[in-house]
């Protein structure tokens, strides 16, 4: 079947909350005619109060003129039952998120759409398949999941269930488009690319602070600071909702017949049990209005720095920092014979994590040793974490000294397999690898719905091509072997490639 959608198709917008306004607000901007519906007196009233307040804003601001608002506004109406959205191309539901009324509702619009008109989900979790089922036409029915705030954020996701038209998804692709987004085709499987991928950005953060490796404001800062994702965990998950965040990863746990590398963290459902949801209830990782919010880090104090620093030819993703001690003046000399792939200074070694604690490596490569937590870009990074065996622990204010003067700041950290930054992009890039192994996702489509979708810095199938797919998988066979769990199994995706010394984006 032939889809047509265009800005002459009239959209039905079902659920007038957060979600559902705001899509209606793109598709009215879009210059379709839409209905707002919502089951709750008063609620549709509500969203198209909530739209209009956005355009103003967006006229304060100078971005969009005063007649732009009023056609956009005019061109939405509030549709007070079911039937008056007859007539409808295209209909959103944006209501809550259970299957049952998802599922009956289609139901109840099927007989008053024509036979061509789309059913579109913006479900964030439920099986599209399983909205479809029990319709006459399950075909015409997509999954179509924006991310909040809607009229803002650039990425769709486009899901297609086992009936759903492969002419559908791409007409969807095109009015995406068209409605200034990036369309990407997300598997229907839990949690689709976006929250499926992204799970082990909060699972890890909140295994971290339950192993006590460091405070929630550290682990946040590291992953804003040196990792240049855009928030740290803990504040996400605070800004998010805490329950709204468990609740996705009880969905995806579930959905994966209980894989225990999902299940949900205890100090999370705590925190929800008691109330302290984040954000919206004053108090989550954080407490908010008083001084306790995200804020002071100590570094580590420079004592005097050791020179000279000696470093091999070839130093790899170390070499922009060796570059920034150059220019900072430090005294750096090569050594030849050294087999270790790192700096050194005195009796020290210098090393990025590989996966394993710095009491490990000490025991397996002789004493002496500092491990330093991944960075985003070592040539432009302000901080770094930073954890030492026992020989080594009395000289890493001299590593701060000798970082000082080139403008990096040390972050201690206990002594934890994989780190910080290290273990969450190893992690993050892993899941992306796994999604691509078992539904077939494409690693530009994740890397784009990673970077659309959450703001990550650098999509993690392209991270994990920047540090070399073997240095991942040897992350996380090294987190495994530390943990005993399976949680850190290696994605097929990623093996192939690192026996095959391949990359995702070839
Ligand atoms: P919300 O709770 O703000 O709004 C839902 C609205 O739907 C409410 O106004 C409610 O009265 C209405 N509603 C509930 N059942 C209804 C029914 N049977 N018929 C008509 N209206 C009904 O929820 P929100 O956050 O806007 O989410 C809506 C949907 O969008 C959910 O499926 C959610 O998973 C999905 N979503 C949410 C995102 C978010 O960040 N909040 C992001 C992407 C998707």
């Known amino acids: 079947m032939s889809y047509e959608l265009s800005s002459s198709t009239r959209v039905a917008v079902i659920g007038a909350g957060s979600m559902g306004s705001g899509i209606a607000q793109l598709a009215a901007q879009s210059g379709h005619q839409v209905l707002l519906h919502d089951a709750q007196p008063g609620a549709g009233e509500r969203g198209l109060e909530r739209i209009a307040a956005d355009l103003d804003g967006a006229v304060k601001r100078g971005k969009l003129a005063d007649l732009d608002r009023t056609m956009i506004l005019g061109r939405i109406r509030v549709a007070g039952c079911l039937e008056e959205l007859e007539g409808s191309g295209l209909v959103v539901e944006a209501i809550v998120e259970r299957l049952e009324p998802k599922q009956s509702l289609f139901r109840t619009l099927e007989p008053l759409l024509s036979s061509q008109a789309v059913l579109a989900t913006n479900t964030s979790s439920i099986s599209v398949t399983a909205v479809a089922q029990g319709l006459h036409h399950p075909e015409r029915v997509i999954g179509w999941h924006f991310f909040n705030p809607a009229p803002r954020m650039k990425l769709v996701e486009i899901i297609r269930g086992v009936e759903t038209d492969p002419a559908l998804a791409s007409a969807l692709r095109d009015l995406s488009n068209a409605w200034g987004k990036t369309a990407v085709d997300a598997p229907n499987t839990p949690g689709f690319i976006v929250n499926r991928v992204a799970r082990p950005y909060y699972a890890e953060a909140l295994r971290l602070l339950a192993e006590g490796v460091a405070e929630a404001s550290v682990v946040d800062r590291l992953l804003r600071e040196a990792g240049g994702f855009a ?276």
């Not at 703001?455 to 943990?483: F, I, M």
Request: hydrophobic share 45%; aromatic share 6%.
């Open 231 to 506: 928030m740290g965990p803990f504040e996400l998950m605070d800004l998010i909702g805490l329950d709204v965040n468990l609740s996705v990863s009880e969905s995806v746990f579930h959905a994966t017949a209980y894989d225990p590398r999902y299940a949900p963290s205890i100090l999370q459902q705590e925190l929800v049990r008691s109330g302290r949801l984040g954000r919206k209830s004053g108090c989550g990782f954080y407490r908010y209005g008083d001084a306790s919010e995200p804020g002071i880090v100590d570094t580590i104090a420079p004592t005097t720095a050791i020179e000279p620093i000696r470093v091999p030819t070839e130093l790899g993703l170390l070499d922009p920092l060796v570059e920034r001690l150059r220019l900072a003046g430090s005294v750096i000399v090569q050594h030849s014979q050294s087999i270790h792939e790192g700096l050194e200074f005195g009796s020290v070694r210098v090393a990025l994590t590989d996966g394993r604690t710095a009491a490990e490596c000490s025991a397996q490569d002789g004493p002496g040793l500092i491990l330093l937590d991944l960075a985003l870009d070592f040539g432009k990074t302000a901080l770094i974490g930073v954890t030492a065996d026992a020989a080594a622990l009395p000289h890493v204010g001299a590593l701060a000294a000798s970082l000082a003067p080139a403008g990096i700041a040390l972050v201690a950290l206990e002594d934890v397999a994989g780190l910080v930054v290290m273990r969450t992009v190893c992690c993050l890039a892993n899941e992306a690898a796994d999604v691509m192994t078992w539904t077939g996702a494409k690693a530009a489509d994740i890397d784009t719905a990673m970077q659309l979708g959450t703001a990550y810095p650098r999509g993690p199938l392209s991270w994990a091509d920047g540090l070399g797919c073997s240095r991942v998988a040897a992350v996380l066979t090294h987190l495994q072997a530390h943990y005993g769990e399976t949680r850190y199994r290696r994605a097929p995706a990623l093996s192939r490639r690192h026996f095959s010394r391949g990359a995702f984006h070839e």
